[in-house]
């Protein structure tokens, strides 16, 4: 006597600058906003034998603030090009991530000078010229802002998408690539340390298909907030 097969369907959902790490002490952590998780839905889909569950990925809200530690003509239009590069199609929106602007948020995007930055950035070295991702805060440099660097050979605009992106990146647990530059002649990867070498790679200010597909597992821990 044949006895039935029962079959247990299984939904798995998944949830989940460009600048040099600060030198000698070690690479600099990340920064990032108050996160919130948006639930993910599911819809059913019957067959003559079997129903099958599709999950909606889940969208992680990440709110930040922006701050301007500068008062000369060259860093004024600091916020907005961050809040355009956070919002730009191109960007970490693709992997399901959602900026939100909150100027009581306790993460921090600040630019300010170098001395300030060596401070904010503690105990990482800055050396007065680096930036950082250092616990709730992403200091930028505004030197740096203000003309790139020598190894960067796109333009100055791009260049402040890209560290943007890459200090966020480091927010979001993403990681300096090895090698930096994975074929010579593409775009470099964001998470390349494209401000101190670009290694044969072409500078770039968004994240690569690759990249974002690592991003969008949301698998990778976020960078703590004041406290935690």
């Not at 030198?23 to 919130?36: D, F, G, L, Q, Y």
């Not at 004024?76 to 939100?100: E, P, Y």
């Not at 709730?136 to 992106?165: C, E, F, H, I």
């Not at 300096?176 to 101190?196: D, F, L, V, W, Y």
Request: hydrophobic share 35%.
């Amino acid at each position: 006597m044949r006895r039935p097969l029962v079959l247990l369907l299984m939904t798995l959902t998944a949830c989940a600058g460009a600048t040099p790490s600060p030198a000698p002490r070690s690479a600099a952590t990340t920064t990032s906003t108050s996160v919130s998780t948006v639930a993910p839905a599911t819809t059913s889909a019957p067959s003559a034998t079997t129903s099958t569950t599709a999950a909606v990925p889940s969208v992680i809200t990440i709110r930040y603030r922006v701050e301007r530690h500068t008062t000369d003509d060259a860093t004024a239009d600091f916020v907005d090009v961050v809040n355009a590069t956070l919002a730009d199609g191109r960007g970490w929106t693709r992997a399901r991530f959602l900026f939100v602007p909150d100027d009581s948020a306790p993460y921090l995007i600040v630019l300010a000078e170098g001395d300030e930055v060596d401070r904010l950035c503690l105990p990482y070295d800055t050396y007065g010229k680096y930036s950082c991702q250092n616990g709730p805060t992403v200091a930028l440099n505004a030197d740096r802002w203000r003309s790139a660097t020598p190894k960067w050979t796109g333009d100055l605009a791009t260049y402040r998408q890209m560290v943007v992106n890459h200090e966020v990146g480091h927010l979001l647990g993403m990681k300096h690539p090895k090698p930096q530059c994975p074929r010579a002649g593409e775009p470099a990867p964001i998470m390349n340390q494209q401000s101190t070498e670009l290694d044969g790679c072409l500078p770039n200010p968004w994240p690569l298909p690759s990249e974002i597909e690592r991003a969008a597992r949301h698998d990778r821990k976020l960078a703590p907030g004041p406290g935690e």
